[in-house]
């Protein structure tokens, strides 16, 4: 009897253990760290290798009013590099045909004019038909409105905050995220 009643609870109770390790893998929300990419010279790069860092996502053009910004962007990384923050490059045609050029051409543009060292990577879509699925998952805080549009995302993966195209990488709201993103 005590066999059968012992037998009964460790029953009971791995179920419960099962029951409440499948809530929680349920309750886990797909992470932008969850992603590889593809980088600008065709590897494909587990954005794992950046856990415990922060990104700030930006589509880049290299034919648009606000292309300067890869100056600002560029000193950003250096800047913050060192303290956890990763900018990420991500090209896109998807306004004003912006970015026309292959990778190979945007990667040379981008070294030689701006001296881009931040990690860059291939071009994809930032909204509509064929979407990249960082930029679904970007998208949770508003599809960018045109290129340059930037997005913060925390240590853990999530996204925290989007900046307009107008917000340069030299404004204090911008780095006020990024400082507050970094003490969490």
Known sequence: MNRIVVALIALIGSSLFIG???????????SILDLS????????????????????????????GFTPQ???????????????LVVMGFPSNDFGAQEPGSEAEIKQFCSTKFHVTFPMFA??????EGQALIYKMLATK?????????????????????????VTPESAELRNAIDAALKE
């Open 37 to 64: 990419v593809p980088t600008i010279d065709g590897e494909q790069k587990a954005l794992s290798t950046y856990k415990g860092k922060v990104f700030l996502v930006v589509n880049v053009a290299s034919a648009c």
């Open 123 to 128: 071009k994809v879509k930032t909204k509509g």
């Open 70 to 84: 890869y100056t600002g962007l560029e000193k950003l990384w250096q800047d913050y590099k060192g303290k956890g």
């Open 20 to 30: 409440a390790a499948t809530a929680q893998q349920k309750e886990k929300k797909m």
């Open 142 to 166: 508003g599809e960018p409105k045109w290129n340059f549009h930037k997005y913060l995302v925390g240590k853990d993966g999530q996204v925290k905050a989007a900046f307009a195209s107008s």
